[in-house]
């Protein structure tokens, strides 16, 4: 028996590793690229070639990852920035209610286990995130950051 939810409009390259209890929908993944065990990647995200994408982790739409990028386990993305369940009327949000915030992590980068990316942010290439990290601002190409809030570390 099979746990994975692939629906039709996802876009999957060439050679593409899809682990069980993964939820992926109006998304994109490029060749060679490894998806972990309970993943959910939402419409509208891009995932580049040769990315692995660990367990428990949660890539929202407005996200796009470039070619050869590590995310760790349970890297949970946010694409709002006043999340609320509710319209100023008292009913349910709707699509029609916020707008996506676009996240971008360029080629190489890795990000730690546990860490939270909030939208808007660009993590450069090469750019090491730390375990348990909050990246509320952009990460420049080639540092480490880490901590709460995600702050330069190391420069290559």
Known sequence: MEFKKIAPDVKLGKDVKIFEFTNLYGCEIGDNSKVGAFVEIQKNAKIGKNVKVSSHTFICEGVTIEDD??????????????PRATNEGGGLQTEEDWKVVPTFVKRGASIGTSSTILCGVTIGERAIVGAGSVVTKDVPAGVVVAGVPARVMKKK
Do not use: A, P
């Open 69 to 82: 990028v590590f995310i760790g386990h349970n890297v949970s993305f946010i694409n709002d920035k006043y």
